[in-house]
């Protein structure tokens, strides 16, 4: 009797354990589930409304189509399109998408001081990303891209940021990142989308996979110049065909992505002044590569790290 007791004991011990497991599970599963999801296309209404939206879209994934250097609209660009950063037309969860754009626009930035609106976050991407010159605030080009950012935000609460938006943050790494070990893996992972020289894949228009340096790429005051901005990036998007959802052997270590980071962004890229970035000097990022600096880091460690000293110094000030 007494092991019949025990193996009954036993059997609910077994139990609850799998049951307990499994609601671990089904929580798992339910925070992937509720990364933010795009709305369908097909479902834009056939209207004025609903066209400017789709117009919108198609500015930024063929951006170089209408506002590049041939251009049909205007010339004001380097030949990337937007969604050459913004996967999928802005849509893709952790590909940098536009979730929460309108619902957390206008907001206060620390990079320029001012409370900015969402026509100013476009430009910026214009004028920074894309090394060009930014739209007019009231051309129809830079409204049917407000349209199609409110359009995919619909459902997104005022205010909210949703999970998958963005770029996710990586941690930092105890070294300085590698700019020749990056080289290595810029040549065996990045190299046959991007070029040797880094120089990208032309299509007939723009690129089908961007120039990562040199003249037609991004400046140095785009965002992805910073270190920690383009590790994330790559990490949960490259090699191309990466993805949050897809674990296999082509995913980058945290490691790799710092590396490669370092090694892109150690290359040629347009420099513009962006002196009046951080107006307030103790709020800049401690990955960006450009004084006057708070704190007594060498710029070179600003820009590949270590960054945790920088960290614990910037922390230990506001006590």
């Not at 100013?120 to 605030?137: E, F, M």
Request: net charge positive.
């Amino acid at each position: 009797m007494i092991r019949n007791l025990w193996v009954m004991l036993l059997a609910g011990l077994i139990l609850i354990i799998v049951i307990i497991a499994g609601i671990n599970n089904s929580r798992h599963v339910k925070g992937v589930a509720k990364l933010w999801k795009a709305p369908d296309t097909a479902v834009i209404p056939h209207t004025a409304g609903g066209e400017m939206i789709r117009y919108g879209r198609d500015l930024i994934a063929h951006t170089a189509r209408y506002l590049g250097p041939n251009g049909k609209v205007a010339s004001i660009s380097n030949g990337m399109n937007c969604q050459n950063c913004h996967l999928n037309a802005g849509t893709k969860p952790w590909g940098n998408n536009y979730s929460g754009s309108a619902a957390t626009y206008p907001k206060f930035r620390e990079r320029s001081g001012t409370v900015e609106s969402l026509t100013k976050k476009v430009n910026d991407c214009l004028i920074r990303s894309l090394n060009g010159s930014p739209l007019d605030s009231n051309s129809r080009e830079m409204k049917a891209i407000i349209a199609y950012m409110y359009w995919l935000g619909q459902n997104v609460p005022k205010g909210y940021k949703p999970p998958g938006s963005g770029i996710k943050e990586l941690p930092y790494l105890a070294r300085a990142a590698d700019p020749e070990r990056g080289k290595r893996v810029f040549e065996q992972r990045c190299q046959q989308c991007h070029g040797k020289e880094g120089a990208g894949t032309p299509d007939t228009i723009g690129y089908l996979y961007p120039p990562l340096w040199g003249e037609n790429s991004y400046n140095t005051g785009a965002g992805i110049y910073r270190l920690s901005k383009f590790a994330g990036y790559v990490k949960e998007n490259m090699p191309w065909g990466i993805s949050y959802d897809n674990t296999n052997n082509r995913r980058l270590t945290d490691e790799e992505a710092w590396d490669v980071a370092a090694f892109v962004n150690s290359q040629p890229h347009p420099f513009k002044d962006f002196s009046a970035d951080w107006p307030v000097t103790n709020t800049k990022p401690v990955d960006l590569p450009f004084g006057p600096f708070s704190d007594t880091f060498p710029v070179q460690q600003h820009k590949y790290g270590p960054f945790g000293p920088i960290v614990k110094q910037k922390n230990t000030k506001r006590f």
